[in-house]
């Protein structure tokens, strides 16, 4: 995990960029799209221009009604200003749906980039990282990282309009004019000033989301233990705890912006009077008799018509308001680039494991890396060649590790909790990486193999068997998606002689449900043996599970295993005695280290640890076992 700030735990990936770090990665995203985003900027002008032009016209109409007030040409000015406003609409809504689409594809080629990352990091990044916070930034965090465009459009038009403006106002009365622009850079100044504090607070109201987030999915995902346990109560305390830190996070981050907005407003409030002020002593000074030459120059370049007054008085208006987005854009702009830094830090996440990059082969080519060509087919010899592993500084969990299994042995790991025989099938799938030693494969160093390839001639059946949302035959189906419904019916069916798919409502389009809740455990153990058998893969890794089933299902249960382990490499984290006698060895771990070699009957003969782990635990289980199955 990271450090804590501000109350909020960072995670031990994020890195801090520069705004130029990230304005650029952010522009490769939208280089593909420069047409679209060229044409944007040209109707984002024209409209510009349409909205700047609307108080031009009524200046003007202004000045010519003391001339001309006629209805004719007030019903000519109002068509003139309402063509101008249904312009305007019609570019902005051009320009809207162009910029959604482009925003939309940015979103969708980001995820894909995020989540392609997500999927390619080691076991390890997920052992630390709270899932729930992994998907409020593939989530969330994506989103506002599009924002930031929407922004920078907005940011454009504001310029064109204030440039528009600016110029025709130079042309009605530039004293004026350069009074109002010797204004604005306190505006900007002002909102720069905030900008790395706006940074800071919007930062850390993202991870407050992501906090919230993971707690919920935590909570969700344990709410029966909960409940068995009458720990609603807790659940909802740690909740909101977590969900005040979120409001008072929230709260600041609402005040900084807040205040930005309103020092801001608060300057250009001073500036509109002084404004005010100015242009109406222009319209009402008027040279005094005998006034010099100079006096009567200077008079006559103060002085306004009421119409052009007005238009200043409008430009004001529509001048101050995009001045006020400019000058907000950098505190706004840094809730994307927030957003950006946190999707980039985990895109950005290292890996110990070396192979290829998902994100890099996101294109498809990942589908040609990880095909089981001749050359690449495993037999499943493997060797454990002075391996030394931790999973972090403080702990050595595999010293100096020397093994070596011959394509097609099964042998069964026993040993204590804690004794390694988890982290050595966690080596051989590459979930983790060893930082001493060698491992090989039919000969071969594991980290030469390429990495698709390699785990898909492996099979694992974890110890609480996950099962995808679907029926069973897709979560058979699911290391082999180009199998036929015959190949599935196969599997099925060799697995237990076939006969739990019986006890299943709908066979194999039964439902399994969120996690496979819908079914036993003891199927969905069936399933995912089912699942290795369809695969057909050169090494099989197995970690059975601790929890009871019935004598029926666990005889099932070993009739699949043998299926699944005929002719195979497996490794078996055994805890059923009945797998461990008929493993061809029996490795017996303490520490990491292997202690006692052989098979079930010569280990029982030696009378070493591993007959005491019979004596105390295996040979109950036997017996329990044999009265069970007398009660059935």
């Not at 705004?19 to 939208?30: E, G, M, S, V």
């Not at 409940?227 to 409001?247: I, P, S, T």
């Not at 249960?557 to 029996?586: C, F, N, P, W, Y």
Request: charged share 20%; aromatic share 10%.
């Amino acid at each position: 995990m990271g450090f804590i700030l501000d109350g909020l735990e960072t995670e031990s990936y994020d890195r801090a960029y520069t705004d130029k770090a990230l304005t650029r990665r952010i522009i490769d995203y939208f280089r593909p799209y420069a047409g679209p985003m060229i044409t944007v900027s040209l109707v984002l002008g024209l409209s510009s221009l349409a909205d700047a032009f609307a108080p031009v016209v009524i200046s003007r109409a202004i000045d010519a009604v003391g001339i001309n007030s006629s209805m004719q040409f007030i019903v000519l000015a109002s068509l003139a200003v309402t063509g101008v406003g249904v312009l305007a609409w019609v570019l902005n809504f051009i320009r809207q749906r162009i910029a959604a689409r482009v925003v939309g594809d940015v979103v969708l080629n980001v995820r894909r980039d995020v989540f392609a990352r997500v999927v390619d990091l080691d076991m390890s990044f997920f052992d630390e990282t709270p899932a729930g916070r992994i998907v409020s930034r593939v989530s969330t965090d994506t989103q506002d990282f599009s924002n930031t465009v929407t922004l920078v459009l907005q940011f454009v038009s504001q310029i064109i309009i204030v440039l528009v403006l600016m110029g025709y106002l130079f042309t009605v009365n530039w004293w004026l004019t350069i009074m109002l622009i010797l204004m604005m850079p306190i505006a900007v100044w002002i909102a720069l000033s905030f900008r790395k504090l706006a940074r800071r607070v919007t930062t850390n109201s993202k991870r407050a989301i992501s906090t919230i987030n993971a707690h919920m999915q935590e909570s969700i995902g344990g709410i029966a233990i909960a409940k068995a346990y009458r720990q609603e109560r807790r659940l909802y305390d740690d909740f909101a705890r977590e969900n005040q830190l979120a409001y008072k996070v929230g709260l600041k981050r609402g005040v900084v912006l807040y205040l930005i907005f309103s020092i801001v407003g608060l300057a250009s409030g001073v500036g509109t009077g002084l404004l005010v002020y100015a242009g109406g002593l222009g319209v009402e000074t008027a040279p005094a008799a005998g006034a010099s030459f100079i006096a009567g120059a200077l008079a006559d370049f103060r002085r306004m018509t009421p119409g052009e007054w007005y238009l200043f008085m409008q430009a004001v208006g529509l001048i101050w308001f995009p001045m006020l987005q400019i000058a907000s854009f950098f505190s706004q702009f840094q809730d994307g680039l927030a957003a950006a830094e946190r999707v980039f830090a985990l895109v950005d996440a290292d890996t110990s494991v070396d192979r290829p990059s998902m994100v890099e082969l996101a294109s498809g080519a990942e589908v040609a890396s990880g095909e089981i060509s001749p050359e690449n087919k495993l037999t499943g010899a493997l060797t454990f060649d002075h391996v030394n592993f931790s999973y972090s500084d403080k702990e050595v969990v595999l010293p100096d590790f020397s093994l070596e299994i011959p394509a097609g042995q099964t042998i069964a790991l026993v040993g204590h909790t804690g004794a390694g025989k988890s982290s050595i099938a966690r080596l051989v799938t590459r979930f983790y990486e060893f930082q001493g030693g060698s491992i090989l494969v039919d000969g071969k160093d594991i980290r030469s193999l390429d990495l698709p390839s390699f785990r898909r001639q492996i099979g694992i059946v974890p110890q609480t068997p996950f099962l995808f949302t679907g029926t069973v035959e897709d979560n058979i189906r699911y290391g082999s998606r180009d199998s036929t419904d015959e190949g599935v019916q196969w599997a099925a069916s060799h697995v237990g002689s076939g006969d739990w798919l019986e006890d299943l409502p709908d066979g194999l389009a039964t439902d399994v449900g969120e996690r496979g809740s819908s079914i036993s455990l003891g199927q969905r153990q069936l399933v995912a043996l089912a699942r290795v058998l369809l695969k057909d893969p050169a090494i099989f890794i197995l970690d059975e599970a601790t929890a009871s089933v019935d004598p029926f299902t666990e005889a099932q249960i070993q009739e699949g295993l043998d299926a699944v382990m005929k002719g195979r490499t497996a490794i078996v984290i055994a805890h059923r005695l009945s797998t461990i006698r008929t493993a061809d060895r029996i490795i017996v771990l303490d520490n990491g280290r292997i202690i006692e070699d052989g098979n079930h009957e010569g280990l029982l003969e030696n009378g070493g640890h591993y007959a005491e782990l019979y004596n105390t635990y295996f040979r109950h289980q036997s017996l329990d076992y044999i009265e069970s199955g007398a009660r059935a």
